[in-house]
Each structure stands twice: as structure tokens, then as C-alpha cells.
């Protein structure tokens, strides 16, 4: 009795993973894709190229050269009064040091602001 030799096995085709890489990438995009809607296609956004830029009310100015202003008025953060909780708005010019701004958030925070918003310019083009 004679035994049969199996047959040597085929080497594994690459083309497999490739399609398998290319099919992942695929259900990436699509739901990459769903997670923000489009905006509706009627819609039409105003323009605010042409307005002119001031300040909220409410915020506080840090300009280039470190001091803070409130309503035109020089501030200093460590005397600022600030209610228990209260969320601060604090814009900065667009020459202040990120240090500046940090020193004055982390001195707002210890005296008790519980947010602190950075308003900043954004365009949607």
C-alpha cells in the first residue's frame, strides 16, 4: 500500500489583506463621514466680513503688552471680584503671550471662577 504525499501548500495570496485594508478604509470614511451632518442646503449664511469687531460686555481684555481691562478700565486679577462660580469670558489679543493669559486664568480660577471661555475670531469658509 503506497501512501499518497500531500500536496504542498500554496503560499497565502497578498492580495487578501489588501482588499481587507482597503474595505476597513472604506467603513472608516463612511462613518467618519455620518458623524457630523451636513448643513442644510438651502441655507444661506449671513456675512460678518464687514462688521465691525468689539467686544462682549462682559469680557475681559488681555492685551499684548499683559495688562487686562475691564470696560476700558486696567484690572488687576488678583483684586478682581469675582462671585463663587462664576464663568469669565477673557479675550486676548492677538500679540499676548499664551503665558500671560495662563497667569491670568490660573489667578481667576483660585479666586473662584469656575469657567473661563477664550473668545477668539473664526471664519466658516
Known amino acids: 500500500m503506497t501512501r499518497r504525499r500531500p500536496e504542498p501548500r500554496k503560499p497565502a495570496e497578498p492580495t487578501i489583506t489588501l482588499i481587507n485594508v482597503v474595505?476597513?478604509?472604506?467603513?472608516?470614511?463612511?462613518?467618519?463621514?455620518?458623524?457630523a451632518p451636513p448643513l442644510d442646503g438651502e441655507l444661506k449664511l449671513i456675512s460678518t466680513d464687514q462688521l465691525e469687531g468689539r467686544q462682549p460686555p462682559d469680557a475681559i481684555v488681555?492685551?499684548?503688552?499683559?495688562?487686562?481691562?475691564?470696560?476700558?478700565?486696567?484690572?488687576?486679577?488678583?483684586?478682581?471680584?469675582?462671585?463663587?462660580?462664576?464663568?469669565?469670558?477673557?479675550?486676548?489679543?492677538?500679540?499676548?503671550?499664551?503665558?500671560?493669559?495662563?497667569?491670568?486664568?490660573?489667578?481667576?480660577?483660585?479666586?473662584?471662577a469656575s469657567e473661563i471661555y477664550v473668545v477668539t475670531e473664526r471664519g466658516l469658509r
Open 62 to 112: 488681555l492685551h499684548a503688552d499683559g495688562r487686562l481691562t475691564f470696560q476700558g478700565s486696567v484690572i488687576d486679577p488678583a483684586v478682581y471680584p469675582i462671585e463663587a462660580n462664576t464663568a469669565l469670558r477673557i479675550i486676548p489679543d492677538r500679540q499676548s503671550t499664551a503665558a500671560a493669559l495662563l497667569e491670568a486664568s490660573s489667578v481667576f480660577r483660585s479666586r473662584g
Open 23 to 35: 474595505f476597513l478604509m472604506l467603513v472608516f470614511f463612511l462613518i467618519a463621514g455620518t458623524v
